[in-house]
């Protein structure tokens, strides 16, 4: 009996081995394994709609404190909300990496909340508060999966999460903001969104006027995007045009940008399948242009949510477009820029790299557009 009891245990002991081997090699199965929701995307297991006429539907608001009110220490910046003559509509990227839903609730509690208000409001949606009016709407975001597999459901999600974007983006035009010029922003999951946005509710209507730029960052954005009207950006002062980096390390994989990335183009989520990507140099603001660390103005490294907010670090990086994407070359083991670096990919710090150049670049741009 204790023989065959060995024996199972043995034989047990096996097959979690051979299975933990099989998922070290084949990283999509790990991928799906660790990440994919269980059940299929349907309309019945989505989280209620948020309703966006009411404040708790917005992450950031210019007339509520929240944490896209901060300024890096010691800049002798400061919020400008209040007096600031253009708004902005910042999407969110993703923050939600859960198995329980293909898209999360608008007010998903946790870390996906944790992510976007201690993270992404005070690293990314922060640096327009010297220009612009702050509205950032909570969104039924889809889980990180769906930017992993390709299928039906994973386009079901993306589409499900932008339909809410697009339905804030109405009341924000409709009710507040008032026909002032206006900003779209946005990072990752939010620059596909926007991408979206920007060819079905602004490019070829009256609202293209008002559009100072977009700055869509951090997302699979070909070059040939075909946005009518809405070119990519080719100097610092150049409005009506679009935005789009992706930062990594010269040693990155890049297929996940230049062939699996995934882009709205021609009323569908596709695939980049080796279109050439756009990529405006932050240190220039040019297309495919080179600088070095000499030309950034400050990068913000990240650091715990109850720290107090951080000083941006002078001439960390240059910077460099080469075939579509952005090489930088921040120092490896650099305090504050190391968290979530995978293989080279600095994509979680595309907006902290270059946090103080694109302060500066929006003041360069707003009063371009205003002249």
Known sequence: MLKKILWGVAALIGLVAIAGAVLYVDKPLRLAVFLKPWHAASVE???????????????????????????????????????????????????YYSKDGWNARYDEPGTTMELLESGVLRFQASAFNGCCRIFAPRYRQATLYSFIGKGEAEKAALDFAYRDVARAFDEFIAHRNDGRPFIIAAHSQGSLHAMRLLKEKIAGTPLAKHLVAAYVIGSAMPRDADIAGIPPCASAIETSCYINWNSVRDVKDREGWTQTGTMWIDGNYTLMDGRPNTCVNPLTWTL????????????????????????????????????????????????????????????????????????????????????
């Open 45 to 95: 297991t989505m989280p209620p709609a948020p309703d966006y006429t009411k404040d708790e539907a917005w992450a950031a608001l210019p007339d509520h404190l929240d944490n896209a009110d901060v300024v890096p220490a010691g800049s002798g910046l400061t919020d400008n909300q209040a007096a600031a003559k253009v708004d902005v509509f910042f999407i969110h990227p993703t923050t």
């Open 288 to 371: 495919d242009g080179a600088a070095p660390a000499s030309a950034n103005l400050g990068s913000l490294p990240f650091v715990d949510k109850k720290a107090s907010f951080p000083a941006a670090r002078v001439a960390l990086t240059g910077a460099k477009c080469e075939k579509g994407l952005l090489v930088v070359t921040p120092p490896a083991d650099e305090p504050g820029f190391t968290f979530g670096v995978n293989e080279g990919d600095y994509h979680i710090y595309d907006y902290n790299l270059f946090y103080m150049n694109i302060r500066a670049n929006l003041a360069q741009r707003i009063a371009a557009f205003e002249k």
